[in-house]
């Protein structure tokens, strides 16, 4: 993971619009990301939600759909850029059944970090 430690990456979930540190079991939110960079080069976006259904898209947001279970959920996303950029983390989403919820925000796992974007 080069650059890994240096790297500035946050994700936030919502659930209708608001704000939220758990999601319910089988409901429909949104994962956001912020990335603190300093290349200007347009970003792409590939993600993909493990268990949940996610509707498709190119952006540093996403919709995921939750199985109705109360097994985790993890998102994965990859982003890279036109210069050879590369950063792919994971997302684990506490829902509010598990001892998970408890834990303060999301955090974002820095999987793979080439130092490019």
Do not use: C
């Not at 998970?100 to 955090?107: F, R």
């Amino acid at each position: 993971m080069n650059n890994a430690a240096s790297r500035k990456v946050s994700a936030t979930m919502s659930h209708n619009g608001k704000p939220i540190a758990a999601a319910e079991p089988g409901s429909t939110i949104v994962l956001d990301l912020q990335i603190q960079r300093t290349n200007s080069s347009p970003l792409n976006y590939r993600w993909d939600p493990g268990p949940a259904e996610l509707v498709a898209t190119n952006a540093a947001s996403g919709t995921v759909k939750l199985p109705p279970g109360a097994g985790e959920t993890v998102a994965f996303v990859e982003i890279t850029n036109d210069d050879g950029g590369l950063l792919s983390g994971s997302i684990a989403v506490p829902l509010k059944t598990t001892a998970s919820a408890s834990q303060s925000g999301l955090v974002f796992k820095i999987l793979d970090d080439n130092g490019m974007l």
